[in-house]
């Protein structure tokens, strides 16, 4: 299983600023993603992550609202910009590698709890 | 378009009882399913799933499911819960030929000394 480190763990942010969350795996995956979840509830895919390109943005999530880096096979960013209360959530990376085709669950990293006052 | 059902928000069961948490799903070719639990303050920790092969899988923590193509289920499964088996659990599917990965609401397990 690939151990995935998200950063920063939880902040506390002001409304109108942006912010950036990191995630980074130890090992080369072939997929990324970024999940939104409200405390207690289900979890919202926001974006596929492509690896050289631009993300592919669920419906609801625009590029220009929640930007997103993939450099490389192991390391992804998203950023939250121009913040309002109603962005605050937990955000969470998730990974899988589809290299083999028995590998096909998905890890998630510990997420990022963002509050936006 | 694949979608899945978790019918109960909370399960609640005592220490030493064995316990089912209750997932049905909607694909249209075949699924690939999960189960996944969550602690507090946590990241989703993967327990189980099901590809292909025998319908009864098993899992980390002593957790298996069983899944059953007829009723499309994938019903996840303790013999004797623990209370530290206390958790939010979330059933999820893939169609085998989709990128996606659905989640269900989720159900708060919480199992009683």
């Known amino acids: 299983s690939a151990v995935i480190s998200q950063k920063p763990s939880r902040d506390i942010c002001q409304r109108g600023t942006s912010l950036t969350i990191q995630c980074q795996v130890d090992?080369?995956?072939?997929?990324m993603f970024w999940y939104r979840q409200q405390p207690g509830q289900s979890l919202t895919l926001i974006a596929t992550a492509n690896q050289g390109s631009e993300a592919t943005y669920e419906s609801g999530f625009v590029i220009d609202k929640f930007p997103i880096s993939r450099p490389n096979l192991t390391f992804s960013t998203l950023t939250v910009s121009n913040m309002s209360p109603e962005d605050s959530s937990i955000y969470l990376c998730?990974?899988?590698?589809?290299?083999?085709?028995?590998?096909?669950?998905?890890?998630f990293g510990q997420g990022t709890r963002l509050t936006v006052v | 378009a694949q979608s899945v059902a978790q019918p109960e928000d909370q399960v609640n069961v005592a220490e030493g009882n064995p316990l089912t948490v209750k997932c049905t799903y909607s694909v249209s070719g075949n699924p690939y399913l999960f189960w996944y639990v969550q602690y507090p303050n946590r990241g989703l920790q993967f327990l189980l799933k099901?590809?292909?092969?025998?319908?009864l899988v098993k899992g980390s923590y002593g957790f298996e499911a069983e899944f059953n193509k007829s009723q499309t289920s994938f019903h996840l499964k303790k013999p004797s819960a623990l209370v530290s088996d206390s958790a939010l659990y979330f059933c999820?599917?893939?169609?085998?030929?989709?990128?996606?990965?659905?989640f269900g609401a989720g159900t708060r397990l919480t199992v009683k000394p």
């Open positions: 998730s990974v899988e590698d589809r290299r083999r085709p028995l590998n096909t669950e998905a890890f």
């Open positions: 999820a599917v893939r169609d085998m030929g989709n990128n996606d990965m659905r």
């Open positions: 099901y590809i292909t092969g025998d319908n």
């Open positions: 090992s080369q995956v072939t997929m």
